[in-house]
């Protein structure tokens, strides 16, 4: 595929109404949903999403930050579509950029008993609103403490989850292994201009294409899709 262009989803036309609809409504959920990920973006990962789950029957798929579910709404429909499950880890107390004081900080996710971020009520709804609780399955924790447990291989995993040098590095290095030969990795926040954001996810983009285990697939915006090979 031409690595400039997004990677793209089967036509409409040659999709059944029911498939369509469902589709349709799930990215109108997304849409509407608190988050990080601009719409083609997120249709852009569900495209991903869908091949890794179509050309692998019986997929696992794995999201590193959630957030309130908007990304996850995009990943679980690819998962639904294809008969897929996807695993959609998240500790929901906020990255560092999200903490009081930082440029993500959203005061009304704080929960006032804790004094701490808590997204996964925001996350939850999402899922049962969308009704995709069948094909998606929560994971709340510290995403190496899961990765470093962790034994299933992925077809697809989405790493969106702390940006800082090391958070973003250690998802890369505890997730990226799992990904079997023929599956793929995105990466989102991938700026090639400083200017545009922080470094980590670039750097882990570049890292994974210089280790020579991975190779561009596609990208939309700041979405990288990597291919295993
Ligand atoms: N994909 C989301 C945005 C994710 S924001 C969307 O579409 O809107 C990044 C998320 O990563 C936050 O929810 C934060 O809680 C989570 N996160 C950061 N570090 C983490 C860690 N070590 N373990 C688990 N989740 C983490
Ligand atoms: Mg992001």
Known sequence: MDSTSAPSSTPSSTLDDQTDSRRQQLFAMARTTTGFMPDDEGEALFAAALRAGS???GATFVEVGAWCGKSTTYLGAAAEETGAVLFSLDHHHGSEENQ???EHHDSSLVDPSTG?????PHWRRAMITSNL????VGLVGDSPTVSSRWTTPLAFCFIDGGHGEEPAWA?????SPH????GWLAI???FPDPADGGRPPYDLWRGALDSGTFVEDGECGSLRILKRV
């Open 55 to 57: 050309t692998h029957p």
């Open 100 to 102: 009081a004081g930082w």
């Open 116 to 120: 701490r971020i808590d997204t996964l």
């Open 133 to 136: 609780e069948a094909s998606v």
């Open 171 to 175: 998802d890369y290095r505890g997730w």
């Open 179 to 182: 990904v079997i030969v023929g």
């Open 188 to 190: 989102h926040d991938v």
